[in-house]
């Protein structure tokens, strides 16, 4: 087949290319700078060059920055597009932005999916949908819920977007929860989410040892809260099998069923980083922690309301596309999770970052 993928410099698109790739299908990527895309197409991109254009684009611009010849030359000719691409910010600063790429951009990709033709569009969109709710559905959320950042509601807003499309051509709504490194390798090429905490731990680690007093370092987390992590070659998988798999309107929360208590993460960082002055303790008012643990819980504010409740994200969506495809379901052990998170936390670019 013949796949336009937005977002393809990203963390999920490079994977998403690379299986397409591996699969024989032909990929037109759309970047906002070729030269971004160098590393991939030197390194793990290289043996597929002749299945990969790429187009340099921006989705914020109408048909996506391409000329008319080069839209013209697309009409008839893409069987299927991703829209990866987003911006990824929780900051209220960045609302104007993340509304223009996440909705005004999400506009202009279905604009240009109609005018060349291309009969479906899976759209990547985010778990976190649900907003500041603790029950998630695989439905389209009322758009008028309360929403922890601007982030989600752009997304949520996106959703509505691409739905109205269904009578045009095939959506798919694809919604994974917080995309974490490979399961079999622990690889990762992110700084979102689960590393953005754990880099927070590493500064804490790197503290403690100048200042040698054996003194604990507290983090303020409640234990039996769970955080929904999905390896990121599960994520793949299943954007692979919705390719063929799903229908037109159909929604798919892309989620963990037995997802990992904090304490787990607490338990494996503790160990992987040998920190044993890391003490996990039940959230306290400001005013009695340190000034080190302020300064760490500052900077995790963004993820403050992630850290304080469990959401139940029924994927039974998922299940089935995924039994359809001959694709096995989530089993994210301790095993694995140990493995993604020693991945970031022993890469010595990262320590040393
Ligand atoms: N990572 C997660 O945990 C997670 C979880 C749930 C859902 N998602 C969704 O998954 C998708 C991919 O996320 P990711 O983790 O791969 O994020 P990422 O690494 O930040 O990739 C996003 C890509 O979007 C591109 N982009 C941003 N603005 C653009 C614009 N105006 N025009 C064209 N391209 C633009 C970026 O291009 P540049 O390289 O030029 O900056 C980047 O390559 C997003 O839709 C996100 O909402 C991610």
New binding site residues.
Partial sequence: MNILI????????KKLSLKLLEQGHELYL????RK?LDAFMQGEGSDFSRQIHILE????EEHLGLNRELVHSLKGKIDALYH?????SFDEKDRDKTFK?NVG?TENVLNLALEINCPKVLY????YTVGKEIFGAEALYSADRRFVNPYEAS?CEAEHLVYTFREKLDIVILR????IGDSRTGEAD?N??LYGFLKGIKILKKRAMRRQDGQFCRIYLDPEVAQNFVPVNYVIDTLDAALIHAENGGIFNITNPNPPLQSDVYEIVKEVLDFPQLEMCVPLSSAEMTSEEKAFHNSMSIFHSYFQRTIDFPSDNTQKLLADAGVPMLQMDRDVLTRIIAGYLLDEASISS
Avoid: E, Q, W
């Fill in positions: 937005t977002g393809a410099n990203g963390f999920l698109g759309l970047v906002r700078s971004r684009g921006d989705v914020t990866s691409a987003a911006l990824l790429v951009g990547i969109s985010t778990a997304k994974p929860a917080i995309i992110t979102f989410g």
